[in-house]
């Protein structure tokens, strides 16, 4: 299975940016349900390897935090537009708990996250280009703040992909105290 460790949103907030949602040639939105917040993609492995991946999510004793999303930006540039997201406030607590993550991976046997972590909710992906449009469009809402919201639990999530697109079903949850 392929799998990811990541934050859910609440409704309120993925209805939020669900408004966010239209307006731009060439996008794909992501599905309002598979609004999540990535804190480690961990790809293709096996039952037993699941298994290991769950016991060393499970080991974590992290603390709640308050989270926010602001801004807009864009993975990719011209020649390779990859995303269009929302970004988050600097926040020293979801650093730590991705860093704790990363650690209990690596102990678990995984191999390192070479990417340095870049906190976002993907909004869209595109089939095509959308060029200036797209500059104007993150112009127009940069001042895209969101209501602060508790983060209380991660989730580790598979991946699958069906024709209409990429399924993520929440595997397994783990609570911050
Ligand atoms: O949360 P976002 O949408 O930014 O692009 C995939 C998605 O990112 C990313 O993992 C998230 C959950 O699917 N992803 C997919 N393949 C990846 C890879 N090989 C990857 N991230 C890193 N390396």
Redesign the pocket.
Known sequence: MRL?V?LSLPADLRSRLCALSSGLPGARW?DPANL???LR?I?EVGGHEADDVDAALSGINGKRFSLTLSGLGQFGGDRRLR?L?AGVEPNEALDHLQAKIETALQRAGLAPEK?KFKP???LARFKANPGERLQDYIVERSLFRAEPFEVTEFVL?S?YLAHKG?I?APEATYPLI
């Open positions: 990811f990541a992501v999540h917040l990535t993609f790809g995303a997201w990417r976002h909710v993907t999530y991946s990429a993520y």
